[in-house]
């Protein structure tokens, strides 16, 4: 495409000026050489009319937030057709999410339970399927399905996940703490199934996430429940005083908050360790719950026996 840009009147006087101005042509010049002088020819014949050429148009649309929302619910139909047996269309389901991730997230809202089981099943079922689909498929289908779903078979899904692929399993746990859409029925459930040993590395692993002060709330059941199995390594026992130390105040009402007070304060009162009795005289005494009674007797207790 073409536009004509002329000048205005006034600035043509300018223009002859600075051309008279302009020094006589110097062949020498490596410029000059190159495009020789039929610019200044074509200068002095254009004063009145400039015609620049534009790059040529592109008809290609930017790809719009709206676009991608439409490419991915219409290659979600081809998957949630109930005449199609999902499994037979695994190897393009495979294809069509590693380009498109996202579309596992369609999937996990909209397919038919049975047939999501189906899929979960054929996945824990079969040897060699490709790790970057199963990267994908734990990070966004498994957490929006168990956020849907909230089932007994989503308990089974995380603890046979967590046998066969524990590294898979991490990616979507890390998203279904993170969520405070998805309830807690199935993470509890979960956590009852494991053996301390293994309670102490996920409560590691949780302690690495850097919660924030919500997810630590709407997680703070399930914390709990895993502290009071697990085996209490230095690394928990710093974990779990961190979060007695930042949240008292947002928790201060919550009676899960002083069970977790109350257990840190038994552990280290039944292995004798030296504590910091003033900071946690302060942190019990600002909460309000049943529990700050007999955390601050057991604190007493051990301030005793350290006389």
Known sequence: MSYIWTFAPESKALLQSCLNAAGPQDESNKWFQKFG????????????????????????????QENQDEDILNAAQE????????????????ENCKKTPKLLEDLAKNLPTATAEKLFKHILDTKDISRDFLTIFYKYFTPHYIRRENSRFCTEILLETYKKYPVHFKLAFKVILKDLEVQNTVVNDF???????????????????????????????????????????????????????????????????????????????????????????GIVERHKSPFKRPCLSILKEIKDGNL
């Open 79 to 94: 998957f949630l057709d109930p005449e199609i047996d999902i499994i037979s269309k695994f190897g393009d389901l495979v």
């Open 191 to 281: 956590i009852l199934h494991l053996e301390p040993k293994n309670l102490t590395d996920l409560l590691e692993f949780i302690s690495d996430l850097q919660l924030s002060s919500e997810q630590f709330c709407h997680n703070l059941f399930t914390i709990l429940t895993a502290y009071k199995t697990c085996n209490k390594t230095d690394i928990i026992q710093n974990y779990i005083l961190s979060y007695l130390k930042t949240y008292p105040d947002t928790c201060s009402s919550d009676k899960n908050f002083g069970k977790l007070m109350l257990a840190y304060l038994q552990n280290e009162k039944a292995c004798k360790n030296k504590i910091d009795c003033e900071l946690l005289e």
């Open 37 to 64: 002088p039929q610019n200044l020819d074509l200068i002095n014949k254009t004063i009145d009319t400039i015609v620049v050429n534009d790059s040529p148009e592109i008809d290609d649309k930017p790809a719009t």
